[in-house]
């Protein structure tokens, strides 16, 4: 059995690289989204960009890099990666990443809600991004 400690030893997922067909459409969406869930600037460049949690905090940094594939994505059919999560503090900010994504002409899959399924509390909305991504924005508390 472990530890506590031996836990906090354990190595955590430094980055995901995701691949985009226009790095100039996932700039522009990504640069609206993810501070509003969290992260801040990390590397700006011509062929790559990328974001890291806001504040020094710790988790997983967000590479965007072009691809050369014309085969559009789908969480269904093509192996990888099948959605992104984005965890908040407040319900609140489930309804406010949900009305930005209405905004801007996202597919929502879900309106915010409760979702009695996973481990609760669960309150989340999920969305695609341009390019067929899902994405999702969840709250694991009752109250606001």
Request: net charge negative.
């Amino acid at each position: 059995m472990r530890t506590s400690s031996q836990r906090e030893d354990q190595a955590v997922l430094g980055h995901i690289g995701i691949n985009v067909p226009d790095l100039g459409i996932a700039r522009d969406y990504y640069g609206e989204l993810l501070p509003q869930v969290g992260f801040d600037l990390f590397v700006e460049d011509e062929d790559q960009f990328a974001y890291m949690p806001a504040n020094g905090k710790p988790g997983t940094f967000l590479f965007f890099y072009p691809t050369s594939s014309s085969t559009p994505f789908s969480r269904h059919t093509t192996t990888g990666l099948q959605h992104l999560a984005f965890m908040v503090r407040q319900r609140s900010a489930v309804h406010d990443v949900h009305a930005w994504a209405r905004q801007v002409g996202s597919e929502v899959i879900h309106e915010p809600r409760d979702f009695p399924e996973y481990p609760p509390p669960y309150y989340a909305s999920f969305w695609l991004d341009p390019f067929g991504l899902m994405l999702e924005v969840v709250c694991h508390h009752d109250v606001d």
